[in-house]
Nanobody
Framework: QVQLVESGGGLVQAGGSLTLSCAAS????????MGWYRRAPGKQRELVAS???????NYADSVKGRFTISRDNAKITVYLQMNNLKPEDTAVYYC????????WGQGTQVTVSS
């Protein structure tokens, strides 16, 4: 099994910044893809950003230019730098690690006040 531990969520005013981190540990045989989803109240889960083991990156259109995903393969950790946050970014953010199967973090709440 792979365990994921997230940190960095919180409450911030619109226009502010937060950085989320997610560290993977456990039965990891190679470096898989990692990324972040979010789920806002009353909305479907949305892929926010992803990064493959080779560094290929994908962002949701809604966060392009504001969010930056990065990873440290030595630490098997993925980061999400979120700038110019908007109230519509309010959600629970979940990191994932995908190798043969997909493992999920417990979720971290991000609340952006207007």
């Amino acid at each position: 099994q792979v365990q994921l531990v997230e940190s960095g969520g919180g409450l911030v005013q619109a226009g502010g910044s937060l950085t989320l981190s997610c560290a993977a540990s456990g039965r990891i045989s190679s470096i898989g893809a990692m990324g972040w989803y979010r789920r806002a109240p009353g909305k479907q889960r949305e892929l926010v950003a992803s990064i493959t083991n080779s560094g290929r990156i994908n962002y949701a259109d809604s966060v392009k230019g504001r969010f930056t995903i990065s990873r440290d393969n030595a630490k098997i950790t993925v980061y999400l730098q979120m700038n110019n946050l908007k109230p519509e970014d309010t959600a629970v953010y979940y990191c994932y690690y995908s190798e043969i199967s997909t493992s999920w973090g417990q979720g971290t709440q991000v609340t952006v006040s207007s």
